[in-house]
């Protein structure tokens, strides 16, 4: 259930990305732009890095390369921008962008606190551009196929929900100590909030309560790294869901989701890469995806070919493809989603259940 995006035969000319932040993630995003996207182009790339931006302009055939992210946004030629750049920025990078006309794809976190980010949704409201989040999750094959039924009412009326994210790892974490504080909540399980929210749209979230520990590396405790949690949260429409996470599954990465309703139950995810299973002498066994970009390398390049859909829309004028059901994560579900994060970690902080609406900061 790839996204359809436009045949490139039918595109008057590509859609110009600039790339903002050229680490691991920023560099996946250049690739399947250059590479995976029909209709869009790779234009720009900044990065304070500028060796390293060099060095990956240079394999995908960017043809301009910059440390300050203004030269990119000052670009007349370039239609939209990917930020793939620390959280911390995000948000005033947002706002930036949209007010230079940019439309934006940011990768999750959208900010670290409500206020920020509001102010920078408030100038992309007013600019009018398309702004997208990167929830891949929700171009993922089998969290769309769910979604396609929650959405037919195949279920009923979502009772219980479950998310989860296990990132793959040895019993310990390499650089953990580097790792800034809160990312269970604010980079891992964000985008468990955001399937959850998506798998029982309509509802808000109204409480979570949220436990978590260094359960990998007891060590970091005391520094405030915190690598297994498990939250609870309450929707307006009486609906329970709980979603957790850890930093060190040993077998794979691991991904799931659920919905129990009121007329049946939809799942979503598996820890391995296909259905084959190996039946021999040492018993019963399959492969297991051992990054991300392995696991949902096909949603990573339909979140962005959408998004290159979207920005090709609002400036040729015309319609892009669509769905029976809500699919672009926009600026409502990135900071539905912050608010619950930010929750968690007053959750964690007072240990006791807290309202979503209370937190605004770190």
Same mark, same amino acid.
């Given at each position: 259930?790839?996204?359809?995006?436009?045949?490139?035969?039918?595109?008057?000319?590509?859609?110009?990305?600039?790339l903002?932040?050229?680490?691991?993630?920023?560099?996946?995003?250049?690739?399947?732009?250059?590479?995976?996207?029909?209709?869009?182009?790779?234009?720009?790339?900044?990065?304070?890095?500028?060796?390293?931006?060099?060095?990956?302009?240079?394999? #995908?055939?960017?043809?301009?390369?910059?440390?300050?992210?203004?030269?990119?946004?000052?670009?007349?030629?370039?239609?939209?921008?990917?930020?793939?750049?620390?959280?911390?920025?995000?948000?005033?990078?947002?706002?930036?962008?949209?007010?230079?006309?940019?439309?934006?794809?940011?990768?999750?976190?959208?900010?670290?606190?409500?206020?920020?980010?509001?102010?920078?949704?408030?100038?992309?409201?007013?600019?009018?551009?398309?702004?997208q989040?990167?929830?891949?999750?929700?171009?993922?094959?089998?969290?769309?196929?769910?979604?396609?039924?929650?959405?037919?009412?195949?279920?009923?009326?979502?009772?219980l929900?479950?998310?989860?994210?296990?990132?793959?790892?040895?019993g310990?974490?390499?650089?953990?100590?580097?790792?800034?504080?809160?990312?269970?909540?604010?980079?891992?399980?964000?985008?468990?909030?955001?399937?959850?929210?998506?798998?029982?749209?309509?509802?808000?979230?109204?409480?979570?309560?949220?436990?978590?520990?260094?359960?990998?590396?007891?060590?970091?405790?005391?520094?405030?790294?915190?690598?297994?949690?498990?939250?609870?949260?309450?929707?307006?429409?009486?609906a329970?869901?709980?979603?957790?996470?850890n930093?060190?599954?040993?077998?794979?990465?691991?991904?799931?989701?659920?919905?129990?309703?009121?007329?049946?139950?939809?799942?979503?995810?598996?820890?391995?890469?296909?259905?084959?299973?190996?039946?021999?002498?040492?018993g019963?066994s399959?492969?297991?995806?051992?990054?991300?970009?392995? #696991?949902?390398?096909?949603?990573?390049?339909?979140?962005?070919?959408?998004?290159?859909?979207?920005?090709?829309?609002?400036?040729?004028?015309?319609?892009?493809?669509?769905?029976?059901?809500?699919?672009?994560?926009?600026?409502?579900?990135?900071?539905?989603?912050?608010?619950?994060?930010?929750?968690?970690?007053?959750?964690?902080?007072?240990?006791?259940?807290?309202?979503?609406?209370?937190?605004?900061? #770190?």
């Amino acid at each position: 259930m790839a996204y359809l995006t436009h045949n490139p035969s039918e595109v008057s000319r590509p859609v110009l990305i600039g790339l903002i932040g050229s680490g691991w993630m920023g560099a996946f995003h250049a690739e399947s732009i250059a590479r995976r996207v029909p209709g869009a182009e790779l234009a720009a790339i900044a990065d304070p890095n500028v060796e390293s931006a060099a060095a990956l302009a240079s394999a #995908l055939g960017a043809r301009k390369v910059t440390a300050d992210a203004a030269d990119i946004l000052a670009d007349p030629e370039i239609d939209a921008v990917i930020i793939a750049s620390p959280a911390r920025f995000h948000s005033a990078l947002i706002g930036q962008a949209a007010a230079a006309g940019k439309h934006v794809f940011c990768e999750k976190p959208a900010g670290l606190g409500l206020a920020e980010l509001d102010a920078a949704l408030a100038v992309v409201e007013s600019a009018g551009v398309h702004f997208q989040v990167g929830f891949n999750r929700r171009y993922a094959a089998d969290f769309q196929a769910a979604k396609k039924d929650l959405a037919a009412g195949t279920v009923g009326t979502p009772q219980l929900l479950r998310s989860l994210t296990r990132d793959p790892g040895t019993g310990s974490i390499p650089h953990a100590a580097r790792v800034p504080a809160w990312t269970v909540f604010l980079e891992t399980l964000i985008h468990d909030f955001d399937t959850l929210n998506w798998f029982n749209e309509g509802a808000e979230p109204v409480e979570v309560y949220a436990v978590a520990d260094a359960l990998v590396e007891p060590g970091l405790r005391d520094q405030g790294f915190l690598d297994t949690a498990v939250v609870t949260i309450r929707y307006g429409n009486g609906a329970i869901a709980v979603a957790e996470a850890n930093f060190s599954a040993l077998y794979g990465y691991d991904v799931r989701g659920e919905v129990f309703g009121s007329r049946g139950m939809v799942q979503a995810g598996r820890a391995t890469e296909t259905d084959a299973r190996r039946y021999t002498a040492d018993g019963v066994s399959a492969d297991t995806p051992r990054l991300n970009v392995e #696991l949902f390398r096909q949603a990573y390049t339909d979140e962005l070919a959408d998004f290159a859909d979207a920005v090709r829309a609002r400036r040729d004028g015309t319609a892009p493809p669509s769905t029976a059901y809500s699919l672009r994560p926009g600026a409502g579900d990135a900071r539905r989603a912050l608010a619950m994060a930010l929750a968690c970690i007053e959750s964690v902080k007072r240990g006791t259940p807290v309202a979503v609406h209370e937190s605004a900061v #770190l």
